[in-house]
């Protein structure tokens, strides 16, 4: 397993493939809902790659402020969950984040989702609201210095 | 089936989607050669939908000057070969070209893939030559008003 954070070209099609496969033609979110305009060429995405050819797991780095990092559209390849790359991706994700400044980390988690969120340490701080459809709650986690 | 030529984010990221399927999982090409840095907001793609959510088939608009539009990055999902959706594609590639007053279609097609183009309309102007690693030969079509 490889972990890839940066906003190479390469990087961001791993991210995009994804997020079209598990979003899109999975879970049927509208593409134009699933794409907005934020996957823009300066975008870092933090991506699990089972071998170069074959990513497995992505998440978009979203900076809310010089001390918040939201954690944006996280998912895994169906056929590989259950086996912790989700957790691995996140913690990832967390580390560069800390390692760049930041407090706190933030994920706008579908309802669904949110037994996994707390197990990896966020706890809810609002919501269920509705966002794109779905119900999402807003958790949190300080990234405290290890 | 539904064409979409268009330089919106969904539209992107479908074609990056097949990319990645085809030519770096499928195909083994280096994911930083696949993915170059001419996938920018404002480039052109022509895809092939099934439906909203499966895109079967990509290229990419790469003009080469105000007459010639070379077709790039072309491939049909692996599944869905054979069935002649590169030869729809490529049509809506050409025929939009054409409106848009180009009056020649270029592709660096892989010696493999000759065949394909030649019964597309497609001449041999140059090659064979390597390119990223594979012998490719140079094929123009001109563009007449029909």
């Not at 050819?53 to 056929?79: K, Y």
Request: hydrophobic share 35%.
């Amino acid at each position: 397993m490889e972990v890839v954070i940066s906003n190479a070209p390469f990087n961001r099609a791993a991210a995009l493939a994804l997020r079209q496969a598990i979003f899109v033609t999975e879970r049927g979110i509208p593409r134009d809902v699933e794409f907005d305009d934020r996957d823009t060429a300066d975008r870092v995405y933090v991506n699990l790659y089972q071998d170069a050819s074959h990513p497995v797991a992505t998440l978009r780095l979203e900076p809310q402020s010089p001390q918040e990092m939201r954690f944006g559209r996280v998912c895994t390849r169906q056929d590989l969950r259950g086996q912790g790359l989700g957790s691995r991706l996140l913690t990832a994700a967390e580390d560069w984040s800390r390692e760049h400044g930041y407090t706190t980390g933030v994920i706008h988690g579908e309802v669904s989702a949110q037994g996994f969120y707390e197990h990896c340490g966020y706890v809810i701080a609002d919501g269920p609201f509705d966002e794109d459809g779905a119900p999402v709650v807003i958790l949190h986690k300080p990234l405290i210095s290890k």
